[in-house]
């Protein structure tokens, strides 16, 4: 017999698939892991299933483990993976298994989690299956019993035991080479399930839940997806716990995921104390070992509720059901190395391959997913209103334009300033918001206006603390010069803000109260964002400073004030998405404002008052941010208009990238078809990371990606791009 099998071999595994002799009566089946010789090596693969003779074929070598580690549906998804976005087959299987895994299965076979309770489980082998065969080897009576059994399939103990086989002889065949043996996870009984009484789950349903579950539960058991949009604090939780719940209970796997797992606490704690035990965890924050043990708690069948960050939409469930992403709107969702896939069209790639219900919710879905759904192509279904007696936030647009006018060169305006102190002298918390870390953003010289840069990237600096400097895009420090390096001056001066200053300002505006800050910076050095959690959520904290990490997720009901110190910042960017994260940044971090019962304000302080990205946020008007953005798409042929493709290439030499991207131009325009456009070629955004130059060039049409025959490995390809910023 002839096995196709995708080879998992080096950084980027060949594009091909290979095929390979495997033993007539004993093919893996596909799915299955396996050690194949690989030129000089021997490397992992992953059985795809029948093959093509081709010449000077090896034999296939043996099972890393007994049963197959992917499903079928999940093969027929890595194969879409590999043709949308173009990788190899072999890198999309990759993504799909655990990092560890892939690193260290050796001959020794899958290793079973730590403190699981397991039982052990036996395949047959190959000098298995001849010893049956009637040749030389003796078997004892049992053995011969228990070695028909696994002729028929791999069984674990006590399936062996349930017909008749002892599993002791089995562990006698596994000794002697006829057969393999491995650890299976017994399943245990949820323990917590519903006993958690802080997290029990609400009596009444709005009147907006309520349909929003029947109409989605109507669907489980066939593919059908649901774009859910309710504003913030609507309880769309709420909606994917008990859509979970009648999934599992119709036997069906959940897979749940969020941006970023360190940033949905709650989202998880509340999964975790709804389903107990069913549920496993899977993101990159993990260990390896950790991440590891909770796939093996998967492929073993004893947790069927997945939550985690984009990856885990690849566990291996085998009848998954239901597939939520919450917040579909982050840009966390788009994979930024091979596959480079847009999460949400895997998952509904996935539930069509699958038969499951998929739920994108959001407050502010990306307007192409937004489209869709007007479009008929998912079911639209809204919570308009926030839950209970709660309402949406009051929020005040400033100018800055007018405060410079009326001499005020702080960093906060009177009419913030006013509503800080009001907020303190009630005992209330207050978050302000700045999507830039550090204290200031460049260090200058005042005499001959030299800026200090990071050498190896060509822009400015930021300054963190005393004397130390930080390039953000690379990561390298610098020091403080105490004089300027051009012309020795001793005016070096601070220009631009961070959240670092915020803190400092605040602080001397509202003296002596406990203050929070929450950026990468903090939770690095504080090691654990659960303690900075903790202080804000018993309100401890009275005032809440930080980047975009304040605004996602948290359900923080002491806070009724919302400031955002600048609004402009991500604006400005030269990218088709500028307006459409703005927008949804502004809404979510004012969306924390306000969940309690007193209700909340929010600020926005701005220089482009009359950007309809910022009305609509002080609005939270997402029909009229969506109208107005869907007709700027439009006018560009932008998603969903249009479809785009990234091209990036980088070198040590700037004119190799100009030239390699100039050649690239010249090859692929005279290919482009009607309506499409090849633009570029130009430098990157980030033209220069860490000493390599990047040069990019973007196709842009109907469907541009049949140009991408035509470019070379020297190129990242990223179809349909979260950003052109890259
Ligand atoms: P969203 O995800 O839409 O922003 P959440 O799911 O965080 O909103 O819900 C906001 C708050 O409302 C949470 O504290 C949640 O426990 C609560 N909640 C959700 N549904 C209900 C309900 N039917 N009755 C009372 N409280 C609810
Ligand atoms: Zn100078
Ligand atoms: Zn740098």
Known sequence: MIVEVAVLAGVRSPRGTFSYLAPDGDVPPAGSLVRVPFGPRAALGVVLGNGEPSPAMKSIGHLVHPTPVLYSHQILLARWLAAEYRCALADALRAMLPPALVAAAGTRGLRTPRGERSQAQFAITPEGRAALDGSAIRLGAKQRQA????????????????????????????????????????????????????????????????????????????????????????????????????????????????????????????????????????????????????????????????????????????????IVLDEEHESTYKQESDPRYDTLAAAR??????????????????????????????????????????VVPTVEVVDLRAELRAGNRSIFSRRLRTLLAETMKRGEQAMLFLNRRGYATVVLCRSCGFVVQCPRCDVPFAWHSPGKLLCHRCGLSGA???????????????????????????????????????????????????????????????????????????????????????????????????????????????????????????????????????????????????????????????????????????????????????????KLGPRAGEGEEVLGPAPAFAAKVADSYRWQVVLRGPDPTHLLDAVGDEWTIDVDPASLLG
């Not at 913030?232 to 009648?246: I, N």
């Not at 004893?302 to 998954?320: E, M, Q, T, W």
């Not at 932008?638 to 004119?655: D, H, I, N």
């Open 349 to 390: 790639e996935l539930a069509r391959l699958a038969g499951a219900v998929v739920i994108a919710g959001s407050a502010t879905p990306r307007v192409a997913t937004f489209f869709q759904a007007k479009q008929g192509r998912m079911h639209l279904v809204e919570l308009p209103e926030r839950v209970g007696e709660r």
């Open 480 to 666: 403080e010069p105490q004089t300027c390096p051009r012309c020795g001056s001793a005016q070096i001066r601070y220009l631009g803000s961070g959240t670092q200053r915020v803190e400092d300002e605040v602080r001397k505006l509202v003296g002596d109260v406990p203050i929070v800050r929450l950026d990468r910076d903090a939770v690095r050095r504080a090691g654990s964002h659960v303690r900075l959690f903790e202080e804000m959520r018993s309100g401890r904290a009275r005032v809440i400073v930080g980047t975009q990490m304040i605004a996602k997720g948290f359900d923080l009901p002491g806070v009724t004030l919302v400031g955002v110190v600048s609004a402009d910042t991500m604006l400005h960017l030269p990218d088709f998405a500028a307006a459409e994260r703005t927008f949804a940044l502004l809404t979510q971090v004012l969306g924390r404002s306000g969940r309690g019962a007193g209700g909340g304000r929010g600020v926005i302080q701005t220089y482009v008052p009359e950007h309809y990205a910022i009305r609509a946020a002080a609005r939270q008007d997402y029909a009229f941010f969506a109208g107005a953005e869907l007709a700027e798409r439009k006018r560009f042929g932008y998603p969903p208009y249009g479809r785009l493709v990234l091209l990036q290439t980088s070198a040590k030499r700037e004119e190799t990238v100009r030239r390699r991207a100039t050649e690239l131009v010249a």
């Open 147 to 322: 070695l028909v059994l696994l002729a028929a399939g791999a069984r674990t103990e006590s399936e062996l035991r349930e017909v008749g086989g002892d599993p002791s002889a089995a562990a006698r065949l596994a000794r002697r080479g006829l057969a393999l043996a491995s650890r299976s996870l017994v399943r245990r009984v949820p323990l917590e399930f519903g006993v958690d009484d802080a997290a029990a789950p609400p009596e009444v349903l709005s009147q907006a839940q309520r349909p929003a579950i029947d109409a989605i539960t109507a669907a489980l058991g066939r593919h059908e997806d649901f774009l859910l949009h309710g504003v913030t604090a609507s309880g769309k939780t709420e909606v994917y716990l008990r859509v979970a719940a009648e999934a599992l209970a119709q036997g069906l796997g959940v897979i749940v995921l969020v941006p970023e797992i360190a940033l949905a606490p709650q989202t998880l704690g509340r999964f975790v104390s709804r389903f107990g035990e069913r549920v496993a965890i899977l993101h990159s924050a993990l260990s390896a070992g950790e991440r590891y043990d909770e796939w093996r708690r998967v492929l073993d069948g004893a947790a069927d509720v997945v939550v985690g960050s984009r990856s885990a939409l690849f566990a291996p469930l085998s009848r998954p059901g239901l």
